[in-house]
């Protein structure tokens, strides 16, 4: 089952005086995040009053927050937002809706299941648990064939030492 909510990022810090904060996005870009009116803070909603991107992360100004001191209370805080309110293009998907999908080779042959997505320079990597240890696997099309997020299937070509 999809989350209804998905993790947007950490208040990392504040910024200026006048109650904006600082978000490190843990999405693709902080831009992702700029249409989102509300976002959500210990599952509370908060009404975004303005937003923009500096140095790629997203400065947040929220209802209510109208200080320093506001600000600083929500230092570290995990932000979130709703599924719902999303849009992705065709195609794409949120990684936490492929985490735990079945790995199958080019033969139909059961690789593992896949545990974690790492966020390298060279690009992302997945990590498959199977029966014979972990695999990590780029995610470039010569080796991710197919990700299916809606059926939990995720069909890979596997090369020597993978």
């Known amino acids: 089952m999809?989350?209804?909510f998905l993790e947007?990022?950490?208040?990392?810090?504040?910024?200026?005086?006048?109650?904006?904060?600082k978000?490190?996005?843990?999405?693709?870009?902080a831009e992702f995040l700029l249409p989102f009116r509300t976002l959500y803070i210990d599952k509370?909603?908060?009404?975004?009053?303005?937003?923009?991107v500096h140095k790629d992360m997203l400065i947040v100004l929220f209802e209510g927050v109208?200080?320093?001191?506001a600000a600083m209370a929500l230092k570290n805080k995990v932000v979130t937002f709703a599924r719902a309110d999303a849009k992705l293009?065709?195609?794409?998907?949120?990684?936490?809706?492929?985490?735990?999908?079945?790995?199958?080779?080019?033969?139909?042959?059961a690789v593992g299941r896949l545990?974690?997505?790492?966020?390298?320079p060279a690009g992302q990597v997945y990590v498959v648990e199977g029966e014979d240890g972990e695999h990590t696997i780029p995610n470039r099309s010569e080796f991710i064939l197919d990700?299916?997020?809606?059926?939990?299937?995720?069909r890979v070509h596997m090369i020597e030492g993978m």
């Open 8 to 21: 947007a990022g950490q208040i990392v810090n504040t910024f200026g005086v006048k109650g904006e904060v």
């Open 23 to 29: 978000i490190m996005p843990w999405c693709d870009s």
């Open 44 to 52: 509370a909603p908060r009404r975004v009053i303005s937003s923009r």
């Open 66 to 69: 109208e200080d320093l001191n």
């Open 89 to 109: 293009p065709e195609g794409r998907f949120f990684i936490a809706d492929i985490l735990g999908s079945e790995v199958l080779d080019e033969t139909g042959r």
């Open 147 to 154: 990700v299916n997020a809606d059926e939990g299937v995720i």
């Open 2 to 4: 999809k989350q209804a």
């Open 115 to 120: 545990t974690d997505v790492l966020e390298l």
